[in-house]
């Protein structure tokens, strides 16, 4: 069961979730062991349904979509404090059952996150699509796909990720920080990751927007607004009258009073003022 309301989403531009009817599929992997999750709504309830070589394997195929879905996320102490804020509320009282979209896995946050890095997402969808050809797992069927590893990236050289779309310098950052992360140096996995963070910041071209988009998408931090989209800098320029787009700092400044929640507030605020966000 979900902590409150919930509606099952669509499928991810990736590919890798699908939504077939009433059912997302998801395929992950468990160390090496393939496991293939459904999830749909029956009675009220979030039912899932996993297919594994092992229980080990199904339990953790499950807890990952879980939290994919953001069925941990407690909203309800969100929504009462700011029901009747003037940027969130209205959004809050309409969208009750509006959650975050996660990745299941913090490497495949943090790839897409330097894949997406100054490009239309259009274009970083298909390149993340190259790269799960290229580079992900499949199922023994050969339908489904994973992303890959940050062992499988750590392997590769710099124009071999190229050769899937993306930049030079974006290509060398995703290489250094797969190998940080497949030979142990970063655990996205901590519980208190704020020294991962900053050893990943030291790697040229991964930026601050990067780690709030791993923070919050693939690590659940609702605290860590990615402060640098586009979308953020837009509405902030209007909302704060500044004529302008804001800079990141003015962004987060703009929604520190909704600490601890200043993520879920950023996802909100765009849903209450999307035609503030298509200014400039």
Same mark, same amino acid.
Request: glycine content about 8%; proline content about 7%.
């Given at each position: 069961?979900?902590?409150?309301?919930?509606?099952?989403?669509?499928?991810?531009?990736?590919?890798?979730?699908?939504?077939?009817?009433?059912?997302?599929?998801?395929?992950?992997?468990?160390?090496?062991?393939?496991?293939?999750?459904?999830?749909?709504?029956?009675?009220?309830?979030?039912?899932?349904?996993?297919?594994?070589?092992?229980r080990?394997?199904?339990e953790?195929?499950?807890?990952?979509?879980?939290? +994919?879905? #953001?069925?941990?996320?407690?909203?309800?102490?969100?929504? !009462? *404090? @700011?029901? %009747?804020?003037?940027?969130? /509320?209205?959004?809050?009282?309409?969208?009750?059952?509006?959650?975050?979209?996660?990745?299941?896995?913090?490497?495949?946050?943090?790839?897409w996150?330097?894949?997406?890095?100054?490009?239309? +997402?259009? #274009?970083?969808?298909?390149?993340?699509?190259?790269?799960? !050809? *290229? @580079?992900? %797992?499949?199922?023994?069927? /050969?339908?489904?796909?994973?992303?890959?590893?940050?062992?499988?990236?750590?392997?590769?050289?710099?124009?071999?990720?190229?050769?899937?779309?993306?930049?030079?310098?974006?290509?060398?950052?995703?290489l250094?920080?797969?190998?940080?992360?497949?030979?142990?140096?970063?655990?996205?996995?901590?519980?208190?990751?704020?020294?991962?963070w900053?050893?990943l910041?030291?790697?040229p071209?991964?930026?601050?927007?990067?780690?709030?988009?791993?923070a919050?998408?693939?690590?659940?931090?609702?605290d860590?607004?990615?402060?640098?989209?586009?979308?953020?800098?837009?509405?902030?320029?209007?909302?704060?009258?500044?004529?302008?787009?804001?800079?990141?700092?003015?962004?987060?400044?703009?929604?520190?009073?909704?600490?601890?929640?200043?993520?879920?507030?950023?996802?909100?605020?765009?849903?209450?003022?999307?035609?503030?966000?298509?200014?400039?």
């Amino acid at each position: 069961m979900p902590v409150g309301r919930f509606r099952l989403p669509g499928g991810s531009r990736d590919g890798l979730t699908r939504r077939r009817g009433n059912v997302l599929e998801r395929l992950l992997h468990h160390q090496e062991e393939p496991v293939l999750v459904r999830s749909w709504i029956a009675a009220g309830s979030v039912r899932f349904q996993a297919e594994a070589p092992s229980r080990q394997a199904c339990e953790y195929g499950i807890d990952r979509m879980r939290f +994919a879905l #953001a069925l941990d996320l407690d909203l309800a102490p969100f929504m !009462r *404090r @700011f029901r %009747r804020d003037p940027l969130v /509320g209205p959004a809050i009282r309409q969208r009750q059952w509006y959650r975050p979209w996660r990745q299941p896995e913090p490497f495949e946050s943090l790839a897409w996150a330097i894949t997406e890095q100054l490009i239309e +997402a259009g #274009a970083a969808f298909e390149i993340q699509k190259r790269m799960i !050809r *290229r @580079f992900g %797992r499949r199922s023994e069927c /050969g339908r489904r796909s994973n992303s890959p590893t940050a062992a499988a990236i750590a392997r590769r050289s710099p124009p071999e990720i190229q050769s899937c779309g993306l930049a030079e310098r974006r290509a060398i950052a995703l290489l250094c920080a797969a190998r940080e992360v497949a030979d142990g140096r970063i655990d996205l996995h901590s519980e208190e990751p704020e020294k991962d963070w900053a050893r990943l910041r030291s790697i040229p071209n991964v930026g601050s927007w990067t780690i709030e988009k791993l923070a919050w998408h693939g690590q659940g931090r609702a605290d860590m607004l990615p402060a640098g989209d586009l979308a953020y800098v837009k509405i902030v320029g209007v909302l704060a009258g500044l004529g302008r787009r804001a800079t990141e700092d003015e962004v987060r400044e703009y929604f520190a009073p909704y600490a601890p929640y200043q993520a879920i507030a950023g996802m909100y605020a765009l849903r209450g003022a999307a035609p503030a966000a298509g200014r400039w």
